[in-house]
């Protein structure tokens, strides 16, 4: 009796130093990756219009520079097409008319729906 009274001290004790947080934790992550995937559906819904600024007026562009620009062909402003292989600007863009006098995005806050 001495012995089944132990294996359940035990197993209890098992049970509340490793099972209960294990399966908290469980919880904790299904709950924020619901959280995650109806933020992501929540975003796809409603994107934000981007204002392109058309650089290649700004700059007085000849028509032949800006049909092999790439800025003119892509929906993104000039300093996005044009951004360093690690996602920096380029140093001509951060003095640039264009990207200065751009307007800032704003966000709209609507209501929360459940």
């Known amino acids: 009796m001495e012995t089944l009274t132990s294996l359940l001290a035990i197993l ?58 790439a800025a003119s062909a892509s929906p993104l402003p000039c300093w996005q097409v044009f951004r360093t292989s690690n996602g920096y600007l380029r140093e001509e863009c951060l003095n640039c008319k264009v990207f200065v006098n751009a307007p800032t995005p704003t966000l709209t806050i609507e209501p929360r729906r459940m």
């Open 12 to 69: 209890t004790g098992i049970l509340l130093r490793l099972a209960i947080p294990i399966a908290l934790t469980a919880l904790f992550i299904v709950v924020l990756r619901r959280l995650d995937s109806h933020w992501q559906a929540e975003a796809e819904l409603h994107p934000l219009p981007v204002q392109k600024p058309e650089c290649w007026k700004v700059k007085g562009c000849a028509p032949d520079q800006v049909k092999e620009c």
